[in-house]
Each structure stands twice: as structure tokens, then as C-alpha cells.
């Protein structure tokens, strides 16, 4: 290797390797959750594949034999670049970029540039090229940006050198704001105790059985969702802040931590673990206290999004108002970047149905507020008694605000009825059926002379009647049932049939005047004919434009 040249291997101690070993745990819980359930075992199945190939790539990097990054007098390489150099003359520009906290060395290539190298590298896009510093240890990606814009800065042409020397003036600001926050919060254990929380509960409702991808809301609410009537009439304040840790399948989970992985950081870092987690908190029980008043009227409600948006909020505000002392380029891309992202989330929110903005509405409102009112690490001349009197502040403004969103709802759609009957009527069903299908066969079997009239009606009398009446008791004990539309037409059914029997048997016997049972019988076979054009108008799928 020439003199003045540096190589920057990856190492086992990177946080790459972290990130592959969390990889590589979510491929073993997909792949648990596909023996521990047969429901939507071949999505886990291909998620465990998935995420399993997704650690082995990560890994890659620490069994090559090239390092991630050698820069030289003779041109600028690495693992990306397939072990390829590409010389100085070949490059216009070298760039350094965080994109969600990931540092990147972007290498502009010349018009024309034609070395083998040029036409090398696993992420490239046109004339750029991309080498990500993720493998390497924390440590060093600081020399090594620094590596990769001095040597350009020495070994490139004058009007690149002054480019140059500006955004390196700029990164080296970026990075001893960076440093400082990594100072003041070495270590953000507050959101790695907010994830696992969050991706625990959802292996725990795996192994209870419930769906990896669309659990019911019934089991959701089994568990703590979020719903006006249970909150407000039966007292179950507590599921203001269950709610926040249970979610709608895989793919909600996963969108909802991808998005506090990065915020969450920063705010930790920003504001302190502690603080973080009063903000996280704050945001998540305003976001359910305002869900009461609108989506958890009617639908259960779940999700730690009411929570991440007090987190974007809290970041938002944060930077705001500490921009004066924040690297110009760093408040910018920040407030653009996460403005941008949380305008985008609302947006689709009040589009789509489905969604329970109201929770991002109110968590939003509350991180934002709390980061208004708390004061963040970054301010060093506060004194710890301000600080203290700040958080006793913010405290108390949750307090309050919950208080008032969860004192002026009204209780919405009865939950646990409404569940608890359709729990009844999944089982009382099936039974409805092996009745009417009973009831048929002596019917075929009266018409074809395999039983008399006199044992049909015995039939009815001691086993059909009955049974019909203590399933129509069941039925009207069910109460309303909105999202069962044939529950009326099925009512009406069996009381039809019910009647028929008892003329019949009643006709039979003696008990009851022919005529009249004639007469009867013939009205209730018009509303039996008309019943049932109802119900299968109802079952029938709607017809598509």
C-alpha cells in the first residue's frame, strides 16, 4: 500500500453488527411465531427468510477481504465499490451525508470518467457512488469522513478544493454538535426499552394466538385497545396507555418503530432518557384521550403512533428553538426532513379511512407542548432547579390535559357487548345450522315415506320445537348486532319456522282449527319466500363499477 494511504476496515464491534444480531432476533421470532401458530405461518415463514437474509448481508462486510474504505494518492476505494480504487481524476466531488443517522461518503464522478472502478459499486445511481461507513466502529467514521475530504481537498484541482474546504468546515461542525449530544447521552437506553416493550407485547399476542398480520378487533380489545365506552363508563383508564403498546400486525409495528428509531434517538440525545420517556408517554395517553372523541367512538384503537408523533413533534420544537446554536445545515435538513414526514403521515390520516389521526393529532400536540416547557440538555446554563421545575410543569400539563380530553367523552359503541354477542353468535351459528339441517332431513324423509305423518310430527313435537325454541331464546338475547346485517332476516327465519312447526303439530293433533292453521300457514309462507330474498340480497357481494 503507498505511503499516506488509510484503510478503514469493518469491525465486529460496529454497530453494523448490532443491527444485523436485531435483524437476525426478528427472523427467529418470525420463525417462532410460525410454529406457534398456524395462522399466517407462511407469511412469517417468508418474513423469517426475509430478515434472515437481510442479517447475512449485514455481515458481509466483516468477511470480505477489501476494508470499507481506503483512501490514497492514487484515488478513493472500498467493499462497495467492489474493491475497485477510482482514481482522483475520475472524481468531481466528494460528499459526506447522514441519512437517518447513517454517515455516507457520495463520490461525484467526472463526465466521461472511464476507469474500471468508475463503473464499479453496489449502490450507485448515475455518476454518483455510495459508501456506507454503518460496518465501521463509531470511532472512526469521523476520520474516516475526515480521510475522504482531506484527500480530495489535497489531491483534487483548485475550485474543488474551495467547495470543498467549505463543507468540510461545515461537517466538522456537524460532527462536534453530533459529539457533544453523544456526551451528554452516551447511551438512548429509554428507546431501546420503548422498542423491546413494543415488539415483546406483539410476540406475547403471537403465542396467545392471535394474528401476525390482522388480528381481530376483539382480540385487540381482549388486551387493552383503546375504546370511548370502556375508558369513560366502565373506568378502564388504564387502556389510555395499553393501547399505545399493542398493534394491527407485523407490518403497523414495524412502520410505527421504524419511525421512532431515528426521532427517538435524537430526542433522547436532546432531551435525556428520562425526559424522553415523559414525552413518549405524555404524547401516547393525550393521543388515546383524544382518540375517545372521535375514532374509539366507534372502532378500538391501537398503535404507538400517537406516541411517535410526540416524539417528531418534540424533536421539531426542540430544534427550533435551539437553531441559533444548532449547525445551520443540521436545523435544516431536521425540521424539513421530520416537517415534511409528520405533513405526509396527517395528510394520508385524514384521507384513508381506518386511521386514527385524532391520536396523532393530540400526540403531536402534546410532544411538541412538553418540548416547549421541558428544557433540553443542549441548554448547559440552565440550573438543575429549573430543570426539575420544568418537568413538575410538564407533569402537571399532562395531567391536566388528559384529565379534561378524558372528562368531556362520551361513552360510543358498548365494546365488550358488542363483542361479547358476537362471540355468542359465532357459537350459536353453527348450531342453527345442524338444527335446520336436522329438521330437513325428516322433512326429505317424510316426503319420501321414509317416516309418517305421525312420526314426523312426534319429531317435531319432542326434538325440532324445542330445540328451535331454546335457540330462539339465545337469538333475542343477543341484542342489535351492526356488523352481523343478516341478524334480523335469521331472527325472523327461525320464528317463521318455528310457527309452521307449531300448526303443523298443532293441526295434527287437534289443538288448533285447520282452517285457520291453513289459512296462517299460507301468510307465512309469503314472508318466509320474502325473508329470504332479503337475506340473500344482503349476503350477496356488491356489484363492482
Not at 125 to 152: D, S, T
Not at 213 to 221: D, G
Amino acid at each position: 500500500m503507498p505511503d499516506h494511504s488509510q484503510e478503514f476496515r469493518a469491525t465486529w464491534r460496529g454497530s453494523a453488527v448490532w443491527v444485523a444480531a436485531l435483524v437476525a432476533l426478528m427472523a427467529a421470532g418470525f420463525a417462532a411465531g410460525a410454529l406457534a401458530t398456524p395462522r399466517g405461518a407462511w407469511l412469517l415463514g417468508a418474513l423469517a427468510l426475509f430478515f434472515g437474509a437481510m442479517a447475512w448481508l449485514l455481515l458481509q462486510p466483516l468477511l470480505s477481504a477489501h476494508p470499507i474504505l481506503r483512501v490514497g494518492p492514487e484515488g478513493i476505494g472500498g467493499y462497495l465499490l467492489k474493491g475497485q480504487t477510482i482514481p482522483w481524476s475520475d472524481i468531481a466531488d466528494v460528499e459526506h451525508l447522514s441519512v437517518q443517522g447513517q454517515h455516507q461518503i457520495q463520490i461525484q464522478l467526472r463526465e466521461g470518467a472511464v476507469s474500471q472502478a468508475a463503473t464499479a459499486g453496489l449502490f450507485r445511481k448515475g455518476l454518483k457512488r455510495v459508501i456506507a461507513l454503518a460496518p465501521l466502529r463509531r470511532a472512526e467514521r469521523q476520520p474516516a469522513v475526515q480521510a475522504a475530504l482531506q484527500g480530495f481537498q489535497r489531491y483534487a484541482t483548485g475550485q474543488a478544493r474551495a467547495a470543498l474546504s467549505e463543507r468540510l468546515d461545515a461537517w466538522q461542525a456537524h460532527e462536534a454538535f453530533e459529539e457533544r449530544l453523544r456526551t451528554l447521552t452516551p447511551t438512548p437506553w429509554a428507546l431501546y426499552a420503548v422498542i423491546a416493550v413494543n415488539v415483546a407485547v406483539w410476540v406475547l399476542n403471537l403465542f396467545d394466538g392471535m394474528s401476525p398480520t390482522k388480528p381481530t378487533s376483539a382480540e385487540l380489545f381482549a388486551w387493552g385497545a383503546n375504546s370511548a365506552t370502556a375508558v369513560v363508563r366502565d373506568g378502564e383508564y388504564w387502556r389510555l396507555l395499553s393501547a399505545t403498546a399493542l398493534h394491527g400486525g407485523a407490518l403497523h409495528l414495524g412502520l410505527n418503530m421504524f419511525a421512532l428509531w431515528d426521532a427517538g434517538r435524537r430526542v433522547c440525545r436532546w432531551f435525556g432518557n428520562g425526559q424522553f420517556l415523559l414525552i413518549y408517554l405524555a404524547a401516547g395517553l393525550a393521543g388515546s384521550a383524544l382518540s375517545l372523541h372521535f375514532s374509539s367512538q366507534q372502532a378500538v384503537s391501537v398503535g404507538a403512533s400517537g406516541a411517535v408523533f410526540g416524539v417528531l413533534g418534540a424533536l421539531m420544537v426542540g430544534v427550533y428553538q435551539h437553531r441559533a446554536s444548532v449547525p445551520k445545515a443540521m436545523a435544516t435538513q431536521l425540521l424539513t426532513s421530520q416537517g415534511l414526514f409528520v405533513a405526509i403521515m396527517l395528510g394520508q390520516g385524514f384521507a384513508r379511512p381506518g386511521i386514527d389521526n385524532a391520536a396523532h393529532v393530540g400526540g403531536l400536540v402534546m410532544g411538541a407542548l412538553l418540548a416547549w416547557l421541558l428544557v433540553e440538555l443542549v441548554d448547559e446554563r440552565a440550573s438543575r432547579g429549573l430543570r426539575q421545575r420544568r418537568q413538575v410543569m410538564a407533569v402537571a400539563a399532562t395531567v391536566l390535559v388528559v384529565g379534561a380530553l378524558v372528562g368531556l367523552a362520551r361513552p360510543g359503541v358498548d365494546h365488550r357487548q358488542l363483542f361479547g354477542s358476537q362471540s355468542l353468535l359465532t357459537d350459536l351459528l353453527p348450531r342453527l345450522r345442524a338444527a335446520e339441517t336436522a329438521l330437513q332431513q325428516d322433512a326429505r324423509d317424510h316426503k319420501d315415506g321414509r317416516l309418517s305423518r305421525a312420526q314426523f310430527v312426534d319429531a317435531m313435537a319432542q326434538r325440532h320445537i324445542p330445540a328451535y325454541r331454546a335457540m330462539g331464546e339465545e337469538l333475542a338475547a343477543l341484542g342489535p348486532q351492526p356488523h352481523t346485517p343478516t341478524i334480523a332476516e335469521i331472527r325472523e327465519l327461525h320464528g317463521i319456522v318455528l310457527e309452521v312447526m307449531t300448526l303443523e303439530v298443532g293441526k295434527h293433533r287437534g289443538s288448533v282449527d285447520a282452517a285457520q292453521a291453513d289459512a296462517r300457514l299460507e301468510q307465512l309462507s309469503d314472508r318466509m319466500v320474502s325473508v329470504g330474498a332479503r337475506l340473500r340480497a344482503k349476503r350477496a357481494p356488491p356489484a363492482r363499477p
